[in-house]
């Protein structure tokens, strides 16, 4: 009896040393922080370092082809920041959409008109013509110069005292020569892909510029397409403080291709013609070139009904050879010729 209760004594002084054994090792582990309390402070943390930026935005539809007025833009802060997005609204006033914008629509470089068409006042055209470097000043010539245009009309090797030159535009604004272009954008390769740099690198090179791209007034397209096609064009570079153009009226106005209706009995004379209603009325070659008389000359075929004058006997003293002038007619130009 005194055996067994020795051993039941010492297995509970056992168990009492593995209870406290164990409970000693709990007492080391460090306590767990309850995570209900520091969710919410998170949360709003990340919340708070959310970043915006101000980006113009249009206030009402923006129609294509039309100016953005002041009051259809404002700015907003919003959670993104898109490529070639404005941050004022005077960077945008004036610009062209290309296609329509919606209400709300963050406004974009991408969506306004840029380039040439941009840099073109009222009732001027980009026209281009075909450069060298003679016609080009040696290459000198850069966007945003002022030149004069020459235009040369060189008759055959029978007729070149027929031969002339005269200032066919002046004073007109380069928009472009070679690669360079006064928008400031960038030139493209054969593959498409943007060079920033060409345009320069032309110049120092001096690699001949192929299209030489002037501001011209609509009236006056006219004028210069048919010189291009009828002779040789030359580029005359000008100071741009040179302000002084030729005087229209001290030769007479050339005629146009087409002619209006004269005006109906009681009606007022009709006003000469203007801007786009005076290209559309065009011009002839014979009249570029010879001033407008060209064209008020008789045919051939009225001058073939009249009573020829073959020989007319040139009086001594006149100033020029003696002897018979006989008029030669070749196709619709007549020329005379001295025996």
């Known amino acids: 009896m005194i055996h067994l209760t020795k051993i039941i004594a010492a297995i509970l002084v056992l168990l009492a040393i593995a209870l406290g054994g164990y409970a000693w090792v709990l007492s080391r582990q460090p306590a767990t922080p309850a995570p209900v309390a520091t969710a919410p402070a998170a949360s709003s943390s990340s919340t708070a370092r959310v970043p915006t930026f101000a980006v113009v935005v249009a206030t009402k539809p923006l129609p ?16 993104i920041n898109p490529a070639g997005a404005f941050r004022e609204t005077t960077a945008v006033v004036g610009r062209v959409p290309v296609f329509d914008l919606g209400e709300g629509t963050p406004l974009l470089e991408g969506q306004l008109s840029s380039g040439l068409a941009s840099r073109i006042e009222e009732g001027e055209r980009a026209v281009a013509v075909k450069a060298d470097e003679v016609m080009g000043v040696g290459n000198k010539v850069q966007p945003g110069d002022f030149v004069d245009v020459f235009v040369m009309l060189k008759s055959d090797s029978k007729d070149i005292d027929r031969s002339q030159a005269r200032l066919l535009l002046s004073r007109k604004r380069v928009l472009a020569f070679g690669g360079a ?16 740099s060409s345009g320069a690198q032309q110049q120092q090179r001096g690699d001949a510029a192929r299209t030489a791209v002037l501001a011209v007034p ?114 619709d130009r007549s020329e005379t010729v001295r025996y």
């Open 64 to 79: 294509a082809g039309q100016a953005i007025p002041p009051d259809a833009l404002r700015v907003e802060q919003l959670t």
């Open 181 to 196: 272009s006064v928008d400031g954008l960038a030139s493209k390769n054969i593959d498409g892909r943007a060079n920033a």
């Open 218 to 331: 609509v009236e006056d397209i006219n004028r210069l397409t048919l010189g291009e096609s009828a002779g040789r064009l030359l580029l005359a570079l000008r100071n741009p403080l040179d302000t002084t153009v030729p005087d229209p009226k001290l030769l007479a106005e050339l005629p146009t291709a087409i002619q209006p209706p004269a005006p109906r009995r009681g009606e007022p004379p009709r006003p000469p013609l203007e801007g786009l209603d005076r290209a559309q009325a065009g011009l002839t070659t014979v009249d570029l070139v010879s001033g407008g008389v060209g064209g008020r000359r008789p045919t051939v075929e009225s001058r073939a009904n009249t009573t020829p004058t073959a020989s007319t006997p040139r009086s001594p003293g006149t100033g020029g050879r003696s002897g018979l002038e006989v008029e030669m007619i070749r196709g």
